[in-house]
Every structure is written in C-alpha cells, then in structure tokens.
C-alpha cells in the first residue's frame, strides 16, 4: 500500500483550499472533528446526551413592546 508523502498532503491541501475557500475550512475542521468524535463514541458504545447545537443562528431582537 503506497504511503502518502508531505508533498501528496500539501497537494491535497492547496486543492481543499481552492474549492472551499478560506472562510468555509474552520467550519469543515470543527465538522470533521464532530464526526470523528461520534464516531469514536459508536466504536465503544458509549451512550451519551447529545450536545447542544452551537452552529444555529442567534435570535434577532425585535423593536417593540416588550
């Protein structure tokens, strides 16, 4: 089985960057993590409450009688 080098890595890197731009890589590396915990935690069973979503949007406070 090949081994991928630090030259294959900075390769595949640059093209990540290129398709999903700088903003959107944060938002796909706290994704990634997420999976790879819940998938870690499936592995060994573990029963866990699941944890608030942090991604939802904040209300907007509206003008008026309170």
Known sequence: ??????????????????????????????ALGRGIREFRKGQSGEEAPEEPDTTARPRRKTKGKA
């Open 1 to 30: 089985m090949p081994r991928i080098g630090p030259t294959e890595l900075i390769i595949i890197l640059f093209i990540i960057l290129i398709i999903f731009g700088a903003g959107r890589l944060p938002e796909i590396g706290s």
